[in-house]
């Protein structure tokens, strides 16, 4: 079993949707979580980190549950600069990093 | 937030020829670098894990013979493809870890993508 999955997509919405992404780990020691934003030929950029009372960040938020191990990113009013790709991270307890496959998004208007 | 510096950007070379690429953490002490390939359309392949001072771990199927990794100092790694050729044609990415940073997270270099004619 992977230790991140991630559902790849591709998620197609409009314009001014709500969009979910969920991503389930298998590690329950994990510590540590994130979502990372890529853009098409470019590096990773940390979007958010992802703590366990859940947090927001303008039209973003993420979720932790740990009982079910794992992780959500809502987007709320998507806009056509969200069309990325989406990467859960999931940090262990030995400085591991693992990352799920990604999800597809394009806001179309 | 920590900056991580990968050089260079883009490298064009001959096919048997070695390339290799710096990742410097500019403003903390990497004790772990990561070393990724990414294909077109595809997701991030971990190709190794490095400490600062031993040996890389490769992951399954990444050749180490192939893929020089060095890790000499807290804020340098190098990634050498020796005799490179078209196949390993692709955008390679590191990433940092280490002390200096609260929140946990990985930072990324800014690629370099690899050419092979």
């Known amino acids: 079993r992977k230790e991140v999955e991630q559902d790849p997509g591709p998620f197609n919405v409009p314009e001014g949707a709500t969009v979910a992404f969920n991503c389930t780990y298998s590690?329950?020691?994990?510590?540590?979580f994130f979502w990372y934003r890529q853009d098409c030929r470019k590096e990773p950029k940390l979007l958010m980190s992802?703590?366990?009372s859940g947090n927001e960040d303008g039209r973003f938020t993420a979720q932790l549950n740990r009982a079910s191990q794992y992780i959500s990113l809502l987007i709320r009013d998507s806009k056509l600069s969200d069309s990325a790709t989406y990467l859960c991270?999931?940090?262990?307890?030995?400085?591991?990093?693992?990352f799920g496959t990604g999800t597809s998004l394009t806001v179309i208007p | 937030g920590a900056v991580v510096s990968q050089h260079p950007s883009r490298v064009i070379c001959k096919s048997g020829t070695s390339v290799k690429i710096e990742c410097r953490s500019l403003d903390f002490q990497a004790t772990t670098m990561f070393w990724y390939r990414q294909f077109p359309k595809q997701s991030l392949m971990l190709m190794a894990t490095?400490?600062?001072?031993?040996?890389?771990?490769?992951e399954q199927g990444v050749e180490k013979d192939k893929f020089l990794i060095n890790h000499a100092s807290l804020t340098l790694s190098t990634l050498t493809v020796t005799s490179a050729h078209p196949e390993d044609s692709s955008f390679y990415i590191c990433?940092?870890?280490?002390?200096?940073?609260?929140?946990?997270?990985?930072?990324f270099g800014e690629g370099s993508r690899l050419t092979v004619l």
């Open positions: 990433s940092a870890s280490g002390w200096g940073q609260p929140t946990g997270e990985l930072f």
């Open positions: 490095s400490n600062e001072g031993s040996k890389a771990t490769y």
């Open positions: 991270v999931v940090r262990n307890t030995g400085n591991q990093f693992y």
């Open positions: 590690n329950s020691a994990s510590q540590s």
């Open positions: 992802v703590y366990s």
